[in-house]
């Protein structure tokens, strides 16, 4: 199964893809009128949701991610990085509650760059990863400096049972699921370019990447860019082509 989508999207994206990515659900914690919404268009459209976990669990306290968020819960300073605090624990709560009432079945984690592969940090994110509810499938998608300990990275993933959630035009998965999630967030300098708009050559080896790996049940290919709706229109098209 190939499911093609956009990370964060408008209604109109739900005539479109066959999956698409909760963004919101990252920066605050959302109304149940505006997630029933969402809801019943996934049903009508036979749309799958997924979700971004909320960025207490991730991210410390900031002020440019947090800007956007009105219901700050306890101490900031217990935000973030997987700790154990009540504040990321009542995060993570919240989080299934969402994933519950939307139908979803994969919970994305995203750290940011400043969460660093130190041994703290690595014994948050294991003991955090273990107490989960099995009923979710779960990505982690890590930043930054992880990516120069290729070593402790895989042996992670061989340890918590998650997706490695990942953009192939940059790095290579290292999880053993038979799930790929990828998230294209543009080529170039940095982690992240989201001003690139993707083209036909690129979106031809993005497709070589998806029906080469013939050892893979689903993927999920989300696109992460300001010309993402586009860019996985072209590519929705290019993958039809194939399997007509």
């Known amino acids: 199964m190939i499911k093609i989508g956009t990370c964060g999207f408008t209604y109109k994206h739900f005539k479109y893809f066959n999956v698409l990515e909760v963004q919101e659900t990252f920066y605050d914690f959302v109304s149940e009128e505006k997630m029933r919404k969402w809801r019943d268009l996934s049903a009508q ?8 976990a909320n960025q ?3 991210h410390t306290y900031n002020k440019i991610t947090y800007k956007r968020m009105q219901n700050k819960i ?17 995060a993570l709560e919240i989080t299934l509650n969402e994933a519950k009432f939307l139908g979803s079945r ?3 984690f995203q750290s940011p760059s400043s969460f660093k592969p130190t041994e703290e940090n690595i014994r948050n994110l294991k003991d955090f990863f273990s107490i989960l509810d099995k009923n979710y499938i779960y990505g982690w998608e890590p930043r930054g400096e992880w ?3 290729i070593e402790i990275l895989s042996k992670i993933f061989s340890e918590i049972n ?3 959630v990942v953009d192939p035009f940059r790095n290579k998965p290292l999880d053993s699921s038979m799930i790929r999630y990828y998230r294209l967030h543009g080529i170039g ?6 001003k690139y708009k993707y083209t036909d050559e690129d979106l031809n080896k993005l497709k070589g990447y998806v029906l080469n790996d013939k050892n893979i049940k689903d993927f999920y290919i989300l696109f992460n860019n300001i010309y993402s709706f586009e860019d996985a229109l072209r ?10």
């Open 235 to 244: 590519f929705k098209d290019m993958i039809n082509k194939v399997l007509r």
């Open 189 to 194: 300098k940095g982690e992240v370019n989201y």
């Open 147 to 149: 990516y120069q300990k």
């Open 56 to 58: 207490i669990i991730t």
């Open 74 to 90: 306890g101490d900031i300073s217990n935000y973030g990085f997987f700790k154990n605090t009540k504040e990321v624990l009542h």
């Open 162 to 164: 998650a997706i490695h």
């Open 106 to 108: 994969i919970i994305i």
């Open 45 to 52: 459209n036979n749309v799958e949701l997924t979700i971004k």
